[in-house]
């Protein structure tokens, strides 16, 4: 039924039943006629139902108007769905190539958020700048934009970093019942770098668990090496990506040739130092993972960086380790870092020895030529021309033994004053020259030490030579020196307390850290612009590098060679004895196997560094530590050795002067007795340093010294043994020569007071 016709046919609508009305629609509200469902009117006055648009001025219903109304909203409803229509267009155009990067929560997410934008948004009609205007459409594009980009980007990589980026992004208008809020217009100005930042800004690399570290350790190596790189890419995958074992990564190659590059040269001290030096992040422009700039194929895929390229092509072309270091720009030291870094010279030196032997093979000069047929030890023919070459006294002594000249020492005018004035001391200079008859003990109780008791002995070594360097008379800047080791230790990562640190140090147990003290006190101590006295400076670097050997050596005891033990005074023949300082483990030694050139610094220090491991030509002597006083202790009658042997090998030594107190009065001096490594291992090391006490007693009875005395220096291992103080003052070793020499407890000039020294 038309509500016109009943209207025709009542006069007026209000007079028309409501059971009709209802059939046609409308109803009658308050005496206003209005179609059904028109209740958001009720409260309306009969003044604002005539005001409204849709009734007429008597409040009642103009159904003409209404007519154009309801076609108007079907227009707008046709708008509204073609705007929705357009809408989802777009978004489906968006999504369907990245589609399997969106996550099904970000996509819920995505919907709600559209259907809250268009609501609050939607002008009538929506042309296409006001759809991309739509912030879920502006990330939709930037998802594209990066995802496309990166065909092989795996699946739960894209949607786990691209859901990481949505949440920091919408931060602040996202989460009002799953409905996004609001969005800067040029938010996503800079999209791909915003997206990759905002994964990095959901965690912190300064607070990554210790579980992801430890396992990255584990698997790869240590983190210091790849801080920067490969750590972060780790990191990243565990983090951000969630894998629980990421099984490639950027820089996952140079772990691979650092692995090789320590396995072929196995042995060499600080190697794995070098190696994280060589193939560390530092070298790779500081490339990562995050780093998305490039195409993911590149950016993934096993990566060396040119430095370490070059280097490899070194390897590969023979030039070795060492010049395809110093030759690569990325690597190459300046003068001053070089000089510095006596570590990294010494390990260079060692590596092309072992590589390129033929380098170093000098071949004798004709002068020396004789010594090839004399001498069959190589070894004891370098020391010989090494000693020869910086002292011509040295060589005027060899072609004297070459000759038979057995009066060549006896007849040098210092020799001749020293005879004299020991026989006025009353000396018995035959017997003090020649010795006496050699003492012979066994052991016959199959006694053994420990490796802890060892070690023992070691440490001990390791105190004392930490007390000399800490004493303020040998080096410069002793409280420098500390702060040196204890940083050293620190970026070890080894705890060190933060009180009395020396005391920590002195007591030190753990093996990693006494190497590490030993390094820093034996490099510091080795440069001159740190020394002040140089024979005690080297001879604490000596101590250190023994119990460095010890420490990174075999810690087992070694097989007994021999249970027959001899003491007995040196003949000092000038080929048979040059050694005698390393078979004893002394530091008057000859260790130029084991020393590294320094430098005097200046301009040029890389070239001629690089010429010597090309040529292996030195430019200055070979010979560090007190070795180089060796020529003068086998000329000088006043110098006497006693040897000690187990079987053939002479494992330890006792180093004597003649000398006179301020009465007059002969004093044998014992400056020490030195034992090598082999007779700190020794089972019987006490009872041969007793053995050996008793032989000097003897040796100095028969001699017929007034006195005998020995050194409390704390590197004298026999100084516990040593009985009270003299009732004299002050003594001094015979001595006619203006040439220096070393001692622990006499100066250089050979004086000293008794409070260094105790009875024998």
Not at 294 to 309: C, G, I, M, S, T
Request: aromatic residues 12%.
């Amino acid at each position: 039924m038309d509500i016109n016709d009943l209207i025709e046919e009542y006069g007026e609508a209000k007079e028309i039943p409501d059971y009709l009305l209802e059939r046609a629609g409308y109803e009658n509200v308050n005496g206003v006629i209005m179609p059904l469902g028109e209740s958001a009117h009720d409260d309306y006055s009969g003044d604002e139902m005539r005001n409204h648009e849709l009734y007429d001025e008597d409040g009642n219903w103009d159904f003409e108007n209404a007519e154009r109304e309801r076609e108007a909203d079907r227009e707008m409803k046709k708008l509204k769905q073609e705007a929705k229509d357009r809408l989802k267009e777009e978004y489906q155009k968006l999504l369907k190539p990245v589609k399997k990067f969106v996550s099904n929560d970000l996509k819920k997410e995505l919907n709600e958020g559209l259907k809250k934008w268009f609501k609050d948004t939607f002008p009538g009609k929506l042309d296409d700048l006001a759809v991309i205007d739509a912030p879920q459409i502006r990330f939709l594009h930037s998802v594209n934009d990066f995802a496309q980009g990166r065909p092989e980007l795996p699946r739960e990589w894209g949607i786990k970093i691209i859901d990481r980026a949505a949440k920091s992004y919408f931060t602040g208008w996202y989460y009002e019942n799953g409905v996004y809020k609001s969005l800067s217009d040029d938010y996503f100005a800079d999209q791909e770098e915003q997206f990759l930042q905002a994964a990095r800004e959901d965690f912190n690399f300064n607070e990554i668990p210790e579980n992801i570290t430890r396992d990255f350790e584990k698997k790869y190596g240590p983190r210091s090496f790849s801080s920067q790189g490969p750590f972060m890419s780790y990191v990243f995958r565990r983090i951000v990506i969630g894998e629980k074992d990421p099984a490639e990564f950027w820089g996952r190659e140079l772990f691979d040739l650092r692995e090789k590059f320590i396995e072929r040269y196995n042995g060499f001290e600080d190697l794995e130092n070098l190696a994280d030096f060589i193939y560390s992040e530092g070298h790779c422009q500081g490339e990562s993972v995050l780093n998305y700039n490039d195409n993911l194929k590149e950016d993934l895929k096993d990566h060396v960086p040119k430095a370490v390229e070059e280097f490899e092509e070194g390897l590969a072309s023979g030039e070795g380790i060492a010049l395809s270091l110093i030759a690569n720009e990325a690597y190459l030291p300046d003068d001053y870092s070089l000089y510095n870094d006596n570590n990294l010279r010494n390990l260079l030196e060692k590596i092309q020895r072992y590589e390129r032997p033929e380098i170093f093979e000098r071949k004798i000069p004709d002068k020396y030529s004789y010594l090839e047929e004399l001498v069959g030890s190589k070894s004891k023919r370098k020391k010989l021309i090494m000693l020869a070459d910086i002292d011509s006294g040295f060589e005027e002594h060899l072609k004297a033994k070459i000759n038979r000249d057995r009066e060549y020492v006896a007849r040098l005018p210092e020799n001749e004053k020293i005879t004299e004035e020991l026989e006025e001391l009353g000396v018995d200079c035959d017997r003090f020259y020649n010795g006496i008859p050699v003492r012979e003990f066994v052991f016959e109780d199959g006694a053994s030490v420990s490796p802890a008791e060892i070690k023992e002995r070691f440490l001990a070594e390791y105190r004392s030579s930490l007390e000399h360097i800490f004493d303020g008379e040998v080096v410069h800047g002793a409280e420098r020196l500390e702060k040196k080791i204890i940083d050293t230790l620190k970026k070890k990562e080894i705890e060190v307390p933060d009180k009395e640190q020396r005391k920590y140090l002195f007591e030190l147990q753990d093996e990693d850290s006494l190497k590490r003290v030993c390094n820093v006190c034996s490099e510091y101590a080795s440069k001159p612009q740190n020394v002040k006295d140089s024979q005690r400076a080297n001879a604490s670097v000596h101590h250190f590098r023994s119990v460095n050997r010890f420490l990174r050596g075999d810690k087992e005891v070694d097989e007994k060679t021999s249970n027959k033990y001899s003491i007995k005074v040196s003949s000092k023949d000038p080929i048979d004895d040059v050694d005698i300082g390393n078979d004893g483990g002394c530091c008057i030694g000859i260790y130029e196997d084991e020393q590294t050139e320094i430098f005097e610094y200046e301009k040029g220090c890389v070239d001629r560094f690089e010429k010597f491991l090309r040529e292996g030509v030195r430019e200055v002597p070979e010979i560090t530590e007190n070795g180089i006083y060796m020529p003068f202790y086998l000329k000088d009658r006043a110098t006497q050795f006693a040897e000690i042997y187990r079987g053939n090998d002479r494992i330890g030594m006792a180093l004597m002067f003649a000398g006179k107190n301020e009465r007059d009065e002969s004093v044998l001096l014992v400056n020490s007795i030195e034992a090598s490594d082999k007779l700190k291992r020794d089972s019987h090391y006490g009872e041969v340093l007793l053995e050996t006490i008793s032989f000097i007693r003897d040796y100095a009875e028969q001699s017929n010294f007034q006195h005998c005395l020995m050194s409390d220096h704390s590197y004298n291992p026999a100084r516990d043994h040593a009985g009270g103080s003299p009732d004299f003052t002050s003594v001094q070793k015979i001595h006619s020569s203006r040439e220096e020499f070393y001692s622990d407890a006499l100066n250089e000039k050979g004086k000293g007071n008794t409070v260094s020294w105790k009875r024998l």
